[in-house]
């Protein structure tokens, strides 16, 4: 299983973009790259996933690098409700597969 | 609002008790699992249920024992806890093989 490292925590300004990295060096060529986060007291929120595209949806855009070794989850228009821990998962393709939760990047929005 | 259900809410129990949690989803998801989280932690993974086959146990202690009776409902069944197992019991589930994970808002558990 590829390991994930995230900074402990980070800031980011209300309104600014806040951009979340991770690195998983050691990522092989059939793991997809998944992001979620938690606010307190709530269970996981899927945020996005991707192979080696970046993708976007509502929430936020996915960066991967070229040869995949780390990523980018961005957060074009932080707002205060974002303020939660996110947590970057490598996982292989398969139905029952363990998804292993990391320590996670507290971010915090300031007004 | 989630599509992954968690009954009930909050629990407290004595450590002589039997209790089960239960996870309920309609999203004809076929994989589920159950997480337990510590406080300022992060999920720690207990169990995968497989099209209603128990999967993978991460070496769980056996007064928690996990069932899948169909293919929409998850129970977690409590025997004999310790106050050290007082956490956030999450439930999650998945579609298909490159799905993400779909959580519940969880069962605070207090064992006292």
């Known amino acids: 299983d590829a390991k994930t490292t995230q900074p402990p925590s980070m800031d980011c300004a209300e309104g600014r973009a806040a951009n979340l990295p991770c690195n998983h060096s050691?990522?092989?060529?059939?793991?997809?790259v998944y992001w979620y986060r938690q606010i307190h007291s709530q269970g996981p929120q899927y945020i996005i996933h991707?192979?080696?595209?970046?993708e976007t949806n509502e929430m936020a855009s996915l960066i991967i690098t070229e040869d995949r070794k780390s990523s980018t989850l961005i957060l074009p228009h932080a707002t205060l409700r974002d303020t939660a821990v996110y947590y970057c998962i490598v996982r292989v393709w398969g139905l029952g597969q363990n998804f292993v939760f990391g320590p996670g990047t507290r971010l915090s929005v300031l007004p | 609002d989630t599509e992954v259900t968690q009954t009930p809410k909050h629990l407290v129990m004595g450590m002589t008790n039997k209790k089960s949690l239960k996870c309920e989803q309609h999203m004809g998801h076929r994989a589920m699992y159950w997480y337990k989280q510590k406080a300022k932690k992060p999920p720690e993974l207990m169990f995968v249920y497989s099209y209603e086959k128990l999967s993978i146990n991460e070496s769980v202690p056996s007064r928690f024992s996990p069932e899948c009776p169909n293919s929409s409902l998850l129970n977690l069944h409590l025997h004999a806890l310790q106050p050290e197992d007082s956490a956030l019991y999450l439930c999650a589930t998945r579609r298909a093989d490159n799905s993400p994970l779909h959580f519940g808002n969880g069962t605070r558990l207090t064992v006292t």
């Open positions: 050691t990522i092989s060529g059939n793991e997809y």
């Open positions: 991707g192979l080696k595209n970046n």
